[in-house]
């Protein structure tokens, strides 16, 4: 025989304490039918603060698989169909009671309305974010010297980054800071190369002139002697922020020091980009430039440039990891076109960063290329899976 709920309860509130061996009458909701617009969602424990608390967004364009963001992190969202009848109950507001026929039964019987059977519900997945679309759209319009007062083409403002970039917002402010990006006028913008070199080495030759160790570099200092030069004060800021880091704090703004692997880098950068060049024609130029505090080394150019050699000549060659393409997938293509073979102490620079959650680098590895060992001492080489 049917065990029968208290009379009082009704609707979905009613299976709330109903225990494991009871059953309860069910029917059709007056409203019954397909209801595209309710999905059940599983969550995690860890995630069911943020959604009930309203701490979580949709991200994503019509043509693009949407994202569940909570503050730091990104989910795919996934249907995953079941073969079981899952149905969906509303509150008892919306619940209906019947009479129920027959000798035995001629009170009212409470009776939970189905409104819709689920075919399946939604599924999340932490997902890497989804940062290539940011280095795309600042790309294209570039902050130059020409264009220090008069900006041209589509800016930005981070709402405008939230609606378009499929990641969290802590996600989105570190792929900002990596891209060395920086908010002008409330745009969030990329500084042309070109134009950052020119600060810098006004910064260098100004710190030479007024005897400025490169150590120990003050910022009200620096700021008012550059302004004097013709550079907007912002951009003065950021020179010191992509090239150096604070290391006291100060009522004067505080005291800087030039990072000297982001100097290096710069500036091997710059004599790269117009081709690769001679081992020997490269290190000239690069110490060349390189000022007398820094002592530079060819090791601070990891994940910046790869030598080949050409008969009995070594060249030199720019291929940043900053220029890659951080899905997994995209970026082992990219560097087997680059080389078809890798040794692991060039290749390990290259994916170092990947950030796929779930997956470690050797989960990466297995995933996308072959490993190769032509002798027990020789080093591994890696090829295209």
């Known amino acids: 025989m049917m065990e029968q709920p208290h009379s009082c309860c009704k609707g979905a509130e009613m299976l709330l304490n109903l225990q494991p061996t009871s059953s309860v009458s069910i029917q059709y909701h007056p409203f019954f039918g397909p209801h595209d617009d309710l999905v059940l969602l599983e969550l995690d424990e860890k995630l069911l603060s943020d959604v009930l608390y309203q701490r979580v967004t949709l991200r994503g364009q019509p043509d693009e698989d949407a994202v569940l963001c909570t503050k730091s992190k990104t989910y795919s969202v996934k249907f995953?169909?079941?073969?079981?009848?899952?149905?969906?109950?509303?509150?008892?507001?919306?619940?209906?009671?019947?009479?129920?026929?027959?000798?035995?039964?001629?009170?009212?019987?409470?009776?939970?309305?189905?409104?819709?059977?689920?075919?399946?519900?939604m599924e999340l997945v932490e997902v890497a974010p989804r940062l290539d679309k940011l280095k795309s759209i600042l790309s294209e319009n570039l902050y130059s010297s020409d264009e220090a007062s008069t900006a041209m083409g589509d800016l930005y403002k981070w709402d405008d980054l939230i609606n378009k970039v499929q990641a969290s917002d802590d996600e989105l402010k570190a792929g900002l800071?990596?891209?060395?990006?920086?908010?002008?006028?409330?745009?969030?913008?990329?500084?042309?190369?070109?134009?950052?070199?020119?600060?810098?080495?006004?910064?260098?030759?100004?710190?030479?002139?007024?005897?400025?160790?490169?150590?120990?570099?003050?910022?009200?200092?620096?700021?008012?002697?550059?302004?004097?030069?013709?550079?907007?004060?912002?951009?003065?800021?950021?020179?010191?922020?992509?090239?150096?880091s604070r290391v006291e704090e100060a009522?004067?703004?505080?005291?800087?020091?030039?990072?000297?692997?982001?100097?290096?880098?710069?500036?091997?950068?710059?004599?790269?980009?117009?081709?690769?060049?001679?081992?020997?024609?490269?290190?000239?130029?690069?110490?060349?430039?390189?000022?007398?505090?820094?002592?530079?080394?060819?090791?601070?150019?990891?994940?910046?440039?790869?030598?080949?050699?050409?008969?009995?000549?070594?060249?030199?060659?720019?291929?940043?990891?900053?220029s890659l393409p951080t899905t997994p997938a995209d970026r082992f293509s990219i560097l087997f076109k680059e080389r078809a073979k890798w040794e692991w102490k060039d290749l390990e620079p290259y994916i170092r960063d990947l950030n796929v959650p779930g997956l470690s680098s050797e989960a990466l590895l297995l995933k996308y290329t072959r490993r190769s060992q032509p002798s027990i001492d020789a080093e591994p080489v890696f090829s295209a899976r």
Not at 81 to 107: C, K, M, R, W
Request: glycine fraction near 8%; aromatic fraction near 8%; proline fraction near 4%.
């Open 251 to 322: 009522m004067d703004g505080g005291v800087w020091r030039l990072d000297a692997r982001r100097v290096c880098v710069h500036f091997a950068r710059g004599i790269l980009r117009e081709g690769k060049r001679k081992m020997e024609s490269f290190m000239e130029e690069w110490l060349r430039m390189i000022p007398e505090e820094i002592q530079p080394s060819f090791d601070m150019l990891e994940g910046e440039v790869l030598t080949e050699k050409l008969g009995v000549e070594t060249w030199v060659r720019a291929l940043s990891v900053s």
């Open 80 to 121: 995953v169909g079941t073969s079981n009848s899952v149905f969906l109950i509303p509150p008892a507001d919306y619940s209906t009671s019947h009479e129920s026929g027959g000798e035995n039964y001629n009170q009212q019987v409470p009776t939970a309305s189905v409104i819709k059977v689920a075919p399946g519900n």
């Open 177 to 244: 800071q990596a891209l060395s990006a920086v908010e002008i006028d409330g745009y969030w913008r990329i500084v042309d190369e070109k134009y950052m070199d020119v600060i810098l080495r006004m910064l260098l030759h100004n710190s030479v002139l007024n005897d400025w160790s490169l150590d120990s570099l003050v910022e009200d200092k620096v700021v008012s002697v550059l302004e004097s030069d013709g550079f907007p004060r912002k951009l003065v800021y950021h020179c010191l922020n992509v090239y150096g």
